[in-house]
């Protein structure tokens, strides 16, 4: 079964500085996609960020990167240059087909000015 | 285009009431589903559909139906609302059914069960 694991509950951050949410995955179909969405306290759910599993480079939209590790399971989302817009829950998800996403319980990202 | 649209925002049902949740798109997707989120659990599957009259169940299909008569509509049905469907169900459509890229999803209807 497929499966998305947040640790951190939790994280904050001073405004301008990096920080790095972090992601690991359980599957074992050899093609799939790795996903970040950003959800605002209005509670939209917004996409930032994409990187499939054949994709040989990490992606990058922006002030977001994700660390795709892919022997460790791991994708971490780096967020470059925090601003107080920032400041939301971020789900990371996985798509091992179908387009049936599968997501993580959340971090919430508090950015501090 | 308008996107993902979803109606109602918010809506109060009584235990044993049945409802429609609308979902709409207008980007010619083949992909549409709906998803659960409640406190501390992320977004689950409920169901989804590959394309006009083709629907299958996700994670937690259990009280909900959906049927999928065109390509833009694709309604999820309460027939007897239970408190523990007490969530906000959002709903997302996608491009190609081979592809493994983005979701769009709608706004959002939280729903309450009294």
């Known amino acids: 079964a497929q499966k998305i694991t947040q640790t951190q509950p939790g994280m904050f951050v001073q405004e301008k500085e990096a920080v790095t949410l972090d992601c690991t995955y359980d599957t074992s179909d050899p093609s799939y996609g790795l996903f970040w969405y950003k959800q605002p306290s209005s509670g939209e759910m917004i996409f930032l960020i994409y990187q499939g599993s054949y994709d040989q480079q990490n992606a990058t939209e922006g002030r977001y990167s994700l660390n795709f590790q892919k022997a460790r399971k791991s994708a971490n989302l780096v967020i470059s240059a925090s601003q107080l817009g920032d400041s939301a829950m971020y789900f990371c998800a996985m798509n091992t087909g179908f387009q049936k996403l599968v997501f993580g319980t959340g971090t919430r990202l508090l950015v501090s000015p | 285009n308008a996107g993902v649209t979803q109606t109602p925002k918010f809506q109060v049902l009584k235990t044993g009431q049945s409802m429609t949740l609308q979902c709409a798109q207008d980007?010619?997707?083949?992909?549409m589903s709906w998803y659960r989120q409640d406190p501390g659990m992320g977004l689950r599957l409920i169901h989804y559909?590959?394309?006009?009259?083709?629907?299958d169940q996700g994670e937690v299909p259990n009280g909900y139906n959906v049927s999928r008569s065109t390509t833009e509509d694709f309604p999820l049905r309460l027939l007897s609302a239970a408190p523990s469907q007490t969530s906000v169900y959002f709903c997302a459509s996608s491009p190609s059914s081979g592809s493994l890229g983005e979701q769009f999803f709608g706004p959002g209807t939280r729903l309450t069960v009294l």
């Open positions: 980007m010619n997707h083949e992909y």
């Open positions: 559909s590959v394309g006009a009259g083709i629907t």
